[in-house]
């Protein structure tokens, strides 16, 4: 077993600066040249490990060989289970983390809790009766009038666990952090680095994240209710509304997974995730796509070594690769989570309907509400180019159920990338409708989905339309702005995909590019003669994932072909990612930024 090193004391060369584009980061102080061990974080402030990995994953220096049991088990927390990879993790965690017994109690509590819970009813978002994905309307006040309630509401008796699933992980991570408080509170001067102010003092996330995914914060509020009711009374004093809310509003984006190493290796052997934890002094590394810092995590210590040589105030940068796929991972999860194990089962029913409908290729003509059509305000997210003097623009529509919000992260991410800086982002929000095969439940959508028959004429082809006008007015409104039409970009993911598409092919002026991520082509033999010659020889992006459960590849693909065959566009880019579902990976991400590049260049 390789046992829990003390990690090297890092060379003294760096330093926390504001950064140029916004928040801060490390910056070299002299030159430092390649793998130079630059940053030890020791000991994140909170983690959690996940349930899955518990007897696999040592609890102290997060050794874990997955598929093999460990040996040696805590005393305490019993229900809980805390596993070691050895004597000497046992003993320092009992000594060091478990000092006075209460997180071992604390995480006992939660374990006998989960087991008590009962399903409930689905969640609802706070702004409206329908559990949509994504909540265009959330704003600060609604988020504090939410919490306000919840701080009101008396607090529940011991034990009486209120009904519907919490997210264990989640319910862990804030409870670690809560006794970490509580034990520090209780003996001053006794509180080990990192501490509760150097936490406060990351980036809290909130509003974006519960934006982006609403469902989250019926779970939260949920989480705090059941901590409340389950948590030893000794943690009364700290579990406050207050502190539950910095704590999870610090969890999105400032965590890291813990990735499974191959034994000998450092970082690259990473496979699979084993839990997150949150590091402080490491989160301020920001993210860049040609990283000159790489992070190595030692047992429990997160460390970072310079990857090639750096110069005197170079900014030191991780890859984004690990971050965000630690964040898009957790993301996962939690929405498997929420649709399907949170959900009741004619839900989860309907859902898979969805699904099945959509993989079928089949849309229909049902529901025309003339409020929805395009026009007067188009409701998006713009986002300025980077470099603050646009000369091209990409207008990304979502998929069913999402909103801008949900696909505004690609923005951000290719902020660092020099080439996509002249960029300006615009991130359309589809209008609530309700859709039929969901029971006529409202949720954004850009088209009605309402039978499995896989005939065209079952497609909403008046709503797609519709949406193509909003789509065509924000083209238009963008070249208002001073973008020539062959400098804009549409594109879009799922159901966003296909009406770039649509939207691109039967546009008036020539486009710079049309951009289809995991979606298809809709209207298909309509297009024949509705396409504009205009477009004929514009280039298309299409990518999709091979194991897409949603839209299944062989429609994306399909339709890749029909475009070329039928329709005669040959500048199309296709690519596929073997494994991927139904989502965008970085991989896409990057060759999604490598076209860019090639249709909207930089001007100068
Ligand atoms: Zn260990």
């Excluded at 519960?210 to 009711?229: A, E, G, I, V, W």
Aim: glycine share 8%.
């Amino acid at each position: 077993m390789p046992s829990p090193e003390t990690p090297p004391t890092p060379s003294n060369s760096i330093e926390i600066r504001p950064t140029t584009y916004g928040g801060r980061g490390y910056f070299a102080l002299s030159p430092i040249p390649a793998n130079t061990l630059i940053h030890v974080s020791p000991s994140p402030y909170t983690l959690s490990i996940i349930r899955d990995f518990k007897k696999e994953c040592c609890a102290r220096c997060f050794h874990c060989v997955v598929g093999r049991n460990l040996k040696w088990r805590a005393e305490r927390g019993n229900v809980a289970g805390f596993w070691f990879c050895g004597e000497r993790c046992k003993r320092e965690w009992e000594g060091e983390e478990d000092v006075a017994g209460l997180l071992g109690e604390a995480m006992e509590c939660l374990e006998r809790g989960f087991k008590r819970q009962k399903r409930a009813e689905p969640p609802r978002t706070p702004d409206g009766k329908e559990v949509g994905r994504a909540s265009t309307t959330m704003d600060e006040e609604m988020l504090e009038r939410v919490w306000k309630d919840a701080a009101d509401a008396p607090w529940p008796k011991h034990g009486q666990i209120p009904d519907g699933e919490v997210d264990q992980e989640e319910a862990r991570l804030i409870t670690y952090a809560l006794v970490r408080l509580h034990n520090f509170l209780s003996s001053p001067g006794s509180e080990s680095s990192p501490t509760w102010s150097d936490f406060l003092a990351l980036q809290p996330n909130a509003l974006s994240h519960f934006r982006s995914q609403p469902y989250l914060l019926p779970s939260h509020l949920h989480t705090f209710h059941f901590l409340r009711s389950v948590l030893p009374k000794s943690l009364r004093g700290v579990l406050t509304l207050e502190n539950f809310r910095a704590t999870t509003a610090r969890d999105p984006g400032n965590s890291f997974g813990i990735w499974e190493q191959a034994e000998g290796e450092e970082g690259d052997g990473e496979s699979e995730m084993l839990g997150w934890a949150m590091y402080p002094s490491a989160s301020y590394f920001n993210h860049d796509c040609d990283p000159n810092t790489k992070k190595v995590r030692r047992g429990r210590a997160m460390t970072m070594v310079t990857a090639r040589d750096v110069a005197e105030g170079e900014e030191l940068c991780i890859s984004y690769g690990h971050l965000e796929e630690d964040v898009l991972e957790r993301r996962r999860r939690l929405e498997d989570k929420f649709f399907f194990s949170q959900l009741d089962k004619t839900y989860r029913l309907l859902l898979y309907l969805i699904v099945l409908v959509v993989s079928l290729y089949s849309v229909y003509i049902y529901h025309f509400n003339p409020k929805m059509s395009a026009a007067s305000s188009i409701s998006a997210i713009r986002i300025p180019a980077t470099n603050g003097a646009a000369t091209a623009a990409v207008i990304f529509a979502h998929g069913l159920g999402d909103s801008g919000a949900g696909w505004s992260f690609i923005a951000d991410h290719y902020k660092r990338e020099k080439s996509l800086q002249h960029i300006k982002w615009i991130f359309p929000n589809a209008p609530l409708r309700p859709i039929t095969l969901n029971g006529g439940m409202r949720m954004p959508a850009w088209y009605d989905l309402t039978s499995l028959e896989r005939v065209e004429e079952a497609e909403d082809s008046v709503g797609m339309l519709q949406s193509a006008e909003t789509i065509h007015a924000l083209v238009k409104e963008t070249i208002e702005s001073g973008i020539p039409a062959d400098r804009i970009v549409i594109g879009g993911f799922s159901q966003g995909s296909a009406m770039a598409l649509l939207s691109g092919m039967i546009h008036k002026e020539k486009l710079a590019g049309i951009a289809g991520m995991s979606g298809y082509l809709p209207m298909a033999s309509k297009l024949v003669d509705m396409r504009h010659p205009h477009n004929q020889e514009t280039p298309i992006f299409m990518a999709h994932g091979t194991a897409d459960p949603v839209v299944k590849f062989q429609f994306g693909k399909m339709s890749m072909e029909y475009l070329k065959e039928k329709l005669g566009m040959e500048k199309i880019e296709w690519r596929e990612y073997p494994g991927m579902g139904h989502t965008a990976d970085l991989k896409e991400l990057a060759d999604f930024a490598r076209w860019l590049e090639k249709v909207v260049p930089p001007k100068n």
